[in-house]
């Protein structure tokens, strides 16, 4: 069974995967991590992210020890991805590890997997076009910023609300406005907006509809 989860940021998307993934003994990528990791690598090495040859070398160089440096979930980190995403090159060298993941899913702490389950922004459309099931969460911008700002304090950073919400929305654009992969939704995907739901409403509305779809 494969699962892809597309939406702007802090739709919900990874809260939902969590939660399909226990329940359907999923093994589960973040896809924005591969991303965040090239922009940081090549942040840290001094690059620029809109460096477009060099994004693509960092991208094809791209190891597994480099999806565990502590920076990946910092905001300079999704300003990075946002930027190395663009870049046709760094999506196509992402690509096959993302296929492979989803095709041969590794085993999870409970045993052998029973399926993959990626979330992103391109899955539904370009990864996987051939998931079982495809779901696209969404909600609004004022929202998701919202649950960004607390989410960012919480953990201890300093965070302004208007910054958040003014970074989410020309994350938003370029995600959307590029050229290659932009953030869509799949035809056949269910369109969840979490504006008004909390974990539970929209682990329940997923539920139901991979339920229905899987019959
Ligand atoms: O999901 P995230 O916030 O960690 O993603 C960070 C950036 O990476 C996002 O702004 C766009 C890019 N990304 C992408 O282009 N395609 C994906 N499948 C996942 C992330």
Do not use: W
């Amino acid at each position: 069974m494969i699962i892809a989860i597309d939406g702007p940021a802090a739709a919900g998307k990874g809260t939902l995967a969590g939660r399909l993934a226990d329940h359907f003994g999923l093994a589960i990528l973040d896809t924005g991590i591969l991303y965040r990791a090239v922009g940081m690598k090549l942040v840290r090495e001094g690059g620029d992210p809109d460096d477009a040859s060099a994004a693509a070398d960092v991208a094809r160089a791209l190891a597994p020890a480099d999806l565990d440096a502590d920076d990946l979930r910092t905001d300079a980190a999704a300003d990075a991805a946002s930027r190395v995403s663009a870049v046709p090159a760094v999506r196509q060298a992402l690509l096959e590890f993302q296929r492979a993941f989803a095709e041969n899913p590794p085993d999870i702490a409970s045993g052998n997997a029973n399926g993959a389950i990626l979330d992103g922004r391109d899955i539904g459309t370009v990864v996987c076009p051939n998931a079982d099931c495809k779901l696209f969460i969404t909600a609004d911008v004022e929202v998701r910023a919202k649950r960004r700002f607390l989410e960012l304090r919480e953990r201890g950073l300093d965070a302004i609300h208007g910054r958040v919400l003014a970074d989410m929305k020309e994350r938003d654009a370029r995600d959307s406005d590029r050229a290659v992969s932009p953030l869509e939704p799949a035809k056949d995907a269910l369109q969840l907006d979490t504006s008004e739901m909390d974990a539970d409403q929209a682990f329940a509305a997923a539920l139901s509809f991979i339920t229905s779809e899987n019959k």
